[in-house]
């Protein structure tokens, strides 16, 4: 069965027997996302992706923002597995925080991050993480994580 997405206006509600597995980071620039679509089409997975079209600015629209949040939170809560991927430069504040998050919560969680990246050394030495430095290693990795959540 191919793998189902869940997009951050829609409920966080399994569709296939497979993992809930958060997408978080980058947003801008070429979509990373769509390689783990493509490479695991085929495989029972639920894919949470938090990407949106355009950032709710909390001091515009405060209302907006807090469910845009609250969404998120929720999304790490449900998910099994979180995957990320940072961008170049100081940017993926939002990502970081969730990062935290994520980790706090003792579920497996995966982190790569692009050449540019600003704070590799700070977040791996936190994390006590090995970041991948490709989508290629990040995928590799998420794909014998994969194989042993299957074989549990």
């Known amino acids: 069965m191919p793998y189902s997405l869940i997009k951050h206006d829609q409920p966080i509600v399994a569709k296939t027997k497979g993992p809930l597995v958060f997408l978080g980071g980058r947003c801008k620039g070429r979509d990373w996302r769509l390689d783990f679509f493509h490479r695991f089409e085929q495989t029972d997975i639920n894919f949470i992706n938090p990407q949106r079209d355009q950032f709710v600015d909390p001091e515009f629209a405060p209302s907006e ?14 998910a099994d597995i979180c995957v990320f991927w940072l961008g170049e430069g100081l940017h993926n504040q939002a990502a970081r925080v969730e990062i935290g998050y994520a980790l706090a919560t003792g579920k497996p969680v995966l982190l790569g991050a692009e050449e540019g990246f600003v704070g590799m050394e700070h977040l791996a030495g936190f994390s006590g993480m090995v970041l991948s430095k490709s989508i290629d290693g990040l995928m590799n990795r998420f794909a ?6 299957k074989a549990a």
């Open 65 to 78: 923002h807090v469910l845009q949040v609250s969404w998120e939170r929720q999304a790490l809560d449900e």
């Open 144 to 149: 014998s994580l994969i194989t042993s959540y």
